[in-house]
């Protein structure tokens, strides 16, 4: 289970330190795809497969279904760590996710976000402000809230 908040700079080559508690559990390689809200995901070899099935699993014949696969799977490329624990992060995904220095690294239960600092300090003050409202909304998922 990956959870936390680290911040780190990104380095003028793409190459980001991983946080070293979440090393270990995202194994040798992983994948780095672009997220929703702007912020890219990192998935362990093992969460990226089962999420692949079930995205594999989606009616093709959906205009939407073929949209979102189409969106995550073109983004999605295979990493690992250098011998001092950085991955390198594909200028592509940079882009879209406008990592220039500094990034927040967070761990959202099966996989890692990477945002830039900009935009988590700009998503986190508008969600902070409706928290208690999602929870609400969510209360028919018994979470123990």
């Known amino acids: 289970m990956f959870m936390g908040e680290y911040q780190h700079t990104i380095d003028e080559k793409g190459r980001l330190i991983m946080p070293a508690k979440f090393r270990e559990s995202l194994g040798e390689k992983f994948v780095i795809t672009k997220g929703l809200d702007g912020c890219l995901f990192i998935y362990p070899e093992h969460e990226w497969k089962v999420l692949e099935e079930k995205l594999r699993s989606l009616p093709f014949t959906r205009a939407d279904a073929r949209a ?76 123990g809230l």
């Open 68 to 143: 979102f696969s189409r969106f995550f799977f073109s983004g999605a490329t295979e990493c690992e760590l250098d011998k001092q624990g950085r991955v390198l992060i594909p200028g592509n995904l940079r882009t879209y996710s406008n990592l220039i220095k500094e990034v927040l690294i967070i761990g959202v239960s099966s996989r890692v976000e990477i945002w830039s600092k900009e935009t988590w300090e700009e998503y986190n003050n508008q969600t902070q402000q409706s928290y208690e409202e999602l929870a609400e909304k969510l209360v028919d998922f018994d979470l």
